[in-house]
């Protein structure tokens, strides 16, 4: 049975707001009416009959925007702060509050920082946060919403990108996400791991490089070492994830391997590697256990870079993006891939951080110049004093 079926009518943001145990028995009908769909009313019309291709043949590329949720390590301090002007953001954090079980608006305002860096939290703060942007820019700049064609996010970004083209409803994404991200956590804490930063030279191997570290950790004794590539995100910009050794030998060797920069991440593990099998599983029952419904707008998959196509695809692939590499780079080719002497279209980045447009703007200059980062901390007149 659906999470919260009876108050998810009509793609709602708050299908769970009146449903703190989101499961069945705990439903009941809202008051009164609920607030609007993440995205506009008439989107489904606008889709309608035969999705994507009908929109990209009513606007050219100017006309046309693109979204990029970011991932988890964009956290921090004081997102969020003054969003809850904004219609449905206050009601947001509320229902969050309600389906995770403590404060989240708090815990991202005011930290702290080690708590909010934990993956169990950053991940839903991260999701709902970067939802929230979403409707900051819904209300300064409407047209930025009605015109997009597509979108894509980055690991736990993908949620947020799910919801926003209408595959998943907010409530019970946030609880998939939830499940997810302890998982995570579980699978990070039950074996000493960590992600590398890795920005090398054209010459730079960084294959070879993963191999002569897992070749080491066998030297000191660890069987069955992980050390791979976790995210491809530029020209010869990666994260390579595994076990603490393997991260260690490569940054004491960086120069034999043609790297100019290492720097470890703080995260807990070593994400979208076979490290994370244990997480799979309990990803894969909840998502069972929500409806998935085809995006009305195109998002790209992580694993391939890939348009998704239908619910089973979804549902697949976000268990299976939590064993491989997030393929960023490769979804930044897909989603700026044009005819030579096409316009780009207008690209912002909604959520904390603007690592993203950072990644565009190696991967795609030209593509970078109509991005716009949506902030998440609005300053306060004392602030700003």
């Known amino acids: 049975m659906r999470l919260g079926a009876c108050v998810c009518n009509g793609r709602q943001w708050l299908a769970a707001a009146a449903c703190p145990g989101l499961g069945p028995t705990h439903c009941r009908?809202?008051?009164g009416p609920g607030p609007g769909p993440l995205t506009p009313p008439h989107i489904a019309e606008m889709f309608a009959p035969t999705g994507q291709d009908a929109r990209a043949e009513k606007c050219g590329p100017r006309q046309a925007s693109l979204l990029l949720f970011p991932g988890q390590g964009s956290q921090f301090v004081g997102m969020g702060r003054g969003l809850q002007q904004y219609p449905n953001v206050?009601?947001?954090f509320a229902a969050a509050e309600k389906i995770l079980g403590y404060d989240l608006l708090s815990l991202c305002v005011n930290g702290p920082q080690g708590e909010l860096n934990k993956t169990r939290h950053c991940q839903p703060a991260v999701f709902v946060t970067s939802l929230a942007a979403v409707e900051m820019l819904h209300h300064e700049h409407p047209e930025a919403i009605e015109k997009c064609v597509g979108a894509a996010g980055f690991s736990v970004g993908e949620f947020a990108a799910l919801v926003f083209a209408g595959a998943f409803e907010f409530a019970e994404a946030l609880y998939a996400v939830k499940v997810r991200a302890e998982a995570m956590q579980e699978a990070s804490e039950s074996t000493p791991s960590g992600m590398l930063s890795v920005v090398g030279r054209a010459e730079a191997r960084y294959n070879y490089a993963c191999l002569e570290a897992r070749e080491h950790c066998k030297s000191l004794g660890l069987e069955e070492p992980v050390c791979e590539v976790a995210n491809y995100l530029?020209?010869?910009g990666r994260v390579i994830a595994g076990?603490?050794?393997a991260l260690e030998f490569l940054q004491q060797n960086s120069r034999k391997f043609h790297f100019l920069r290492t720097k470890v991440l703080p995260v807990s593990g070593a994400f979208h590697t076979r490290l994370m099998v244990s997480a799979t599983?309990?990803?894969h029952q909840i998502l069972k256990r929500i409806r998935v419904e085809k995006p009305l707008i195109?998002?790209?998959s992580n694993v391939d870079g890939k348009k998704y196509m239908?619910?089973?695809h979804i549902q697949q692939l976000l268990v299976k993006q939590l064993v491989s590499p997030v393929k960023w780079e490769q979804t930044m080719h897909a989603?700026?891939?044009?005819?030579?002497?096409t316009d780009f279209p207008d690209t912002y980045e909604v959520g904390p951080g603007n690592q993203l447009g950072t990644m565009l703007k190696n991967c795609n200059l030209k593509a970078w110049r109509f991005y716009k980062h949506i902030d998440v901390k609005i300053k306060d007149e004392a602030e700003e004093e």
Not at 335 to 341: C, D, I, L, P, S
């Open 335 to 341: 989603m700026y891939e044009r005819e030579q002497g």
């Open 298 to 300: 195109s998002v790209y």
């Open 29 to 31: 009908q809202l008051s």
């Open 310 to 312: 239908h619910s089973k």
């Open 234 to 236: 530029f020209p010869n």
């Open 90 to 92: 206050r009601q947001m």
């Open 281 to 283: 599983q309990p990803l």
């Open 243 to 245: 076990h603490l050794q």
